[in-house]
């Protein structure tokens, strides 16, 4: 059977899902109620089936109106994607590669990587967006996303994620910050149930860390008590510092600032709190040649920095085995 409409009848049908009202509806979509009207019954007909409940006190979607509107609000998506691409393509921008990262990578790692590899390739632009990692896998998987960067899924999620590849790429512990004179400071390891009696020092709801914090405290049933939210690490452990409360940020992001702030760090010892990352992609062969160069230049430098901290341990027990000496 073939099916008949156009894209604007999706964004139509986008319309009526958000207000619950073919007349309003209509108005953002500029067309009259009539107009709009024919075209959600030309486009049931089309389509075989029904795309709204009609009662006095509006429009609801049925469940065929649901599935309509989730794709439509793929392919208009899409359509500005086209649209942003083609405009750079007209001002001089040969390339675009569209990364979504978790937080940790999104401050920890991607700024000396894009640096680089923006240097190499000036003509291409990056899109870097943040969020949580299962809405970075359903990007990626959607095609929203060329390449992901994710952390918290284990080997079961990776086999049941159908035509996605999940490259290892680096890992990073989640760890406790309070300040030297806090209650906890005397620990060296805490579970993170321990803590939730305390307020803490959050990243802005933004943050993909915090939801990924709020989540884990809920599971405990105890929800989290943010006294402070900031925008960064360093401004995190400036509060914690200052005995505002007590934080969870990545462990490479704490030691750079323990040394110059009355910090104490101390271990999770939740199976959450390693957290291993993976780059996540469709296909690598089918990335466009500038994205695979992108994830090369990650993997480089994960391998560069397995090795730099594999030789640090090595020096370190050089140097305790001496000092028994």
């Known amino acids: 059977m073939a099916m008949h409409f156009d894209l604007t009848d999706m964004q139509l049908m986008v319309h009526i899902s958000e207000v619950n009202s073919l007349t309003k509806g209509a108005e953002r979509s500029c067309l009259s109620l009539p107009a709009a009207s024919n075209r959600v019954k030309n486009l049931e007909n089309n ?4 795309l709204l409940y009609r009662n006095s006190q509006g429009v609801t979607l049925t469940p065929s109106g649901e599935a309509f509107v989730r794709h439509a609000h793929i392919v208009l998506r899409q ?3 086209l649209r942003g691409d083609i405009r750079e393509f007209a001002e001089g921008i040969k390339g675009k590669v569209r990364v979504y990262a978790n937080t940790t990578a999104m401050n920890e790692f991607m700024p000396d990587i894009l640096s680089r590899y923006l240097a190499l390739h000036p003509d291409v632009s990056v ?7 299962y809405r970075i896998i359903k ?5 929203l996303a060329d390449i992901g960067v994710v952390a918290g899924i284990d080997q079961e999620q990776i086999a049941s994620e159908d035509g996605l ?12 910050v309070t300040s030297q004179n806090h209650p906890l400071a005397a620990c060296d390891e805490l579970a993170f149930a321990e803590t939730l009696s305390y307020e803490f020092v959050g990243l802005s709801e933004w943050s993909a860390i915090h939801a990924f914090l709020k989540q884990a405290a809920e599971t405990l049933g105890s929800p989290l008590r943010f006294r402070v939210e900031v925008g960064g690490f360093e401004a995190a452990c400036r509060m914690i510092a200052a005995n505002a409360g007590i934080g969870v940020i990545p462990e490479t992001a704490a030691a750079r600032y323990v040394a110059n702030m009355p910090l104490k760090i101390i271990r999770l010892s939740d199976r959450w709190a390693l957290r291993r ?4 992609v469709q296909s690598l062969v089918d990335l466009p040649p500038f994205a695979q160069e992108l994830v090369a230049l990650m993997q480089a430098d994960a391998g560069l920095t397995a090795q730099a901290d594999s030789a640090q341990e090595d020096r370190s027990l050089r140097n305790r085995k001496r000092d028994k000496r």
């Open 47 to 50: 389509l075989g089936t029904a």
């Open 79 to 81: 359509l500005e994607h």
């Open 127 to 133: 899109e870097l967006r943040e969020r949580l990692s």
């Open 139 to 143: 990007l990626v998987a959607e095609g």
């Open 165 to 176: 590849r999940f490259i290892p790429y680096r890992s990073d512990n989640l760890v406790l």
């Open 277 to 280: 990352l993976y780059v996540c």
